[in-house]
């Protein structure tokens, strides 16, 4: 395993910047995942470590080793990518032993790393199969398996299960965790998938144009995001961002939304610390789905438009204050349209509407 550390990196296409002086540090034997939508740089940043790409300012570093300027041969890395990449003329077991060939290793050791790989990813019956017999989850994890062969430290993952169908996309990320967990190598795992990051990740790196708006543990980037884009989106049903005004209301701190007769005042909650709530500052009042639940006077009433029933869960569509509105609800209570339901916030996040930073302190 190895660390691998960012200073300064940046890559322009022309006079087209995509990566503005990344900074990021990952811990080796760490699980990263860089996330965030298309065209915000994820792919370029791994295309970059994995050196397929030049870097146009900055360092790479494997541990203390600088391989900026290395091409990927000389780097010791794994690759997975989003398509698979199998030889299709050579059965399974040829296919994972073929880089293993060209390094001309010992025939003994290929045919060692080819079962060991095989028994790990449950491939012993397909070894003599061709990849046009196999399904989408055994193709992929064929793909998984030549990269273990390879003994890396540093495995790199370019949306590996984007693919294949929601049912096997949760059962290889099961397995590819797994993996991870067993071999001990490092692995960099770029998604757009949100829920693929916060289930994968000991670290997770939030892109958006070309900038990381945020790292950390999941957990902490799910309950404490720097900004309103973090805070919309990372987290399923997406976070509900309504505009506001900072107001007065007698000696209470409120946030005014909406207008005229549709207009709703959320109170602060108590023993909530956030900066700069001076009145009339312009802002945006941030609710997780989750974050409610059914209680009578709560602060918010929602008249369900339409209901999702997930089994354990319902999410129930609406608008509050004339902006669009989801409430996560418990499934085992029946939510009609047309139903108002008494709502009260277990969390509220505020962030600045100009620069979109988070305002808790």
């Given amino acids: 395993m190895v660390s691998v550390t960012l200073r300064g990196v940046s890559k322009s296409f022309g006079e087209t910047k995509v990566l503005h002086r990344i900074d990021a540090e990952i811990p080796s034997g760490a699980f990263a995942v860089l996330v965030g939508p298309s065209g915000c740089g994820k792919s370029t940043l791994l295309r970059l470590i994995a050196g397929l790409e030049e870097v146009t300012t900055g360092t790479i570093l494997f ?57 790990m990813l449950g491939l012993e019956k397909l070894l003599d199969r061709h990849p046009r017999a196999l399904s989408g989850g055994q193709r992929q994890r064929v793909a998984m398996g030549r990269a273990i062969v390879r003994r890396s430290k540093l495995f790199l993952f370019d949306e590996p299960l984007s693919n294949l169908d929601p049912a096997l996309r949760n059962q290889v990320r099961v397995d590819i965790r797994r993996l991870h967990d067993q071999l001990g190598a490092t692995s960099i795992y770029v998604t757009h998938d949100q829920v693929e990051a916060m289930t994968l990740a000991d670290r997770l790196f939030v892109l958006e144009g070309g900038h990381v708006q945020q790292d950390g543990a999941p957990l902490q980037i799910y309950q404490r995001p720097a900004n309103r884009f973090v805070a919309g989106f990372v987290g399923s049903p997406a976070m509900n961002l309504l505009e506001g005004t900072v107001a007065r209301d007698g000696d209470r701190t409120v946030i005014r939304l909406g207008q005229g007769d549709g207009q709703l005042r959320l109170a602060v909650p108590d023993g909530a610390r956030y900066e700069g709530l001076d009145e009339g500052r312009a802002v945006t009042a941030g609710i997780r789905p989750h974050d409610l639940r059914p209680e009578a006077d709560g602060a918010l009433v929602l008249t369900a438009e339409l209901v999702e029933t997930l089994g354990p869960d319902a999410h129930v569509h609406g608008m509050i204050a004339g902006q669009p509105f989801v409430a996560c609800l418990p499934g085992a209570r029946p939510v009609a349209r047309d139903e108002a339901i008494s709502l009260a916030i277990t969390n509220l996040h505020l962030f600045d509407a100009g620069s979109g930073d988070s305002l808790r302190a």
């Avoid at 990927?72 to 690759?79: F, L, T, V």
């Avoid at 398509?83 to 994972?96: I, K």
């Fill in 63 to 119: 541990g203390d080793r600088d391989v900026t300027a290395l091409p990927p041969r000389d780097r010791d890395i794994a690759m997975v990518f989003q398509s698979y990449a199998l030889y299709p003329h050579m059965t399974v077991r040829d296919n994972l032993a073929f880089g293993l060939k060209l390094r001309k290793e010992d025939a003994k050791v290929i045919e060692e790393r080819v079962a060991e790989a095989a028994r």
